[in-house]
């Protein structure tokens, strides 16, 4: 689970990235949304994507210990 969440943050940053450069700047707030959700995720265990990612039954827990 934790692989996945990694694998579509990365793109969605590399994604973002690419839109803001070729069609506008404000691409760049969801690269700040993705980047946000990653850092909070690291505080609080809440993962949106991994909520998602449960119920396209992928199951797991990307924040178990």
């Not at 793109?11 to 959700?37: D, K």
């Amino acid at each position: 689970m934790e692989m996945i969440i990694r694998r579509v943050a990365g793109t969605f940053v590399l994604l973002s990235l690419i839109l803001a450069h070729y069609h506008s700047p404000h691409w760049l707030w969801f690269t700040a949304f993705v980047g946000f959700n990653l850092l909070q995720s690291s505080f609080t265990r809440f993962c949106p994507l991994e909520i998602v990612l449960r119920k396209l039954g992928k199951g797991g827990c990307c924040c178990a210990k």
